[in-house]
């Protein structure tokens, strides 16, 4: 029993547990005295943060994102592209047979976006409201830069051409551009797409010119003007 007790006295051994702000574990272990008996003495600090802060924060940022992904907006797919002529009335011309033919642009002329609108079978929506502008913006960002919604064509661009022999001469001006079958599409809040119109859009370029051909005889949409 003394060797037990004197056993208890020579070796302490305490325990500390205290919590701090800090989410840090510190460890200190004391170095041994100078005498010959040996203590040693251990403190440990924790401290836990609530769950609830990081739910809260976390709800947050899925909120924010589902916000983001379903906000309401329309948007548009492009289909069947083919190159469109928007040709200028007054300015079509027929030469010959042979000789020279010169032509020029005498007056100002603008040239507009043209949109045909069919509404989706089954769509709520009884009146599809397409702008014109933004179905325009949205095919030049993602078809031709060249494309606008309006085209102001100036007076002048003159154009001789020699017209082969026995042949007559037919010039014609234009302006560039394409026809385009499209779908407009509606996104809610949340987070339904569903289809709300479809068309055809012939929108011209900024891009303009005479366009030259000869015939045997004089001819209009397919049909002879003229026996020679």
Request: hydrophobic share 35%; glycine share 6%; charged share 25%.
């Amino acid at each position: 029993m003394k060797g037990l007790a004197a056993l208890t006295v020579a070796g302490s051994l305490s325990l500390a547990l205290a919590a701090s702000p800090s989410a840090a574990v510190s460890l200190h272990n004391a170095p041994p005295p100078d005498d010959d008996s040996s203590t040693s003495s251990t403190s440990i600090s924790t401290s836990t943060t609530s769950p609830d802060h990081f739910d809260r924060h976390d709800r947050s940022l899925i909120s924010e994102e589902a916000a983001r992904k379903c906000r309401p907006r329309q948007f548009f797919r492009f289909h069947d592209f083919h190159p469109r002529n928007f040709y200028l009335p007054r300015t079509r011309f027929i030469d010959g047979p042979g000789g020279t033919m010169t032509a020029t642009v005498r007056r100002q002329h603008r040239v507009y976006a043209e949109i045909e609108i069919e509404r989706v079978k089954g769509s709520s929506i009884e009146r599809a409201n397409i702008d014109r502008a933004t179905l325009v913006r949205s095919l030049a960002n993602n078809v031709n830069p060249l494309l606008a919604e309006e085209f102001v064509v100036e007076a002048g661009h003159d154009y001789t051409r020699e017209i082969s022999k026995g042949k007559y001469g037919n010039l014609w001006y234009r302006v560039f551009g394409y026809r385009v079958g499209f779908t407009a599409w509606r996104q809610v809040r949340n987070c339904t797409v569903r289809p709300v119109a479809a068309g055809i859009a012939n929108i011209p370029a900024r891009v303009e010119g005479w366009r030259y051909w000869e015939t045997k005889r004089p001819m209009f949409q397919g049909r002879p003007l003229s026996p020679r």
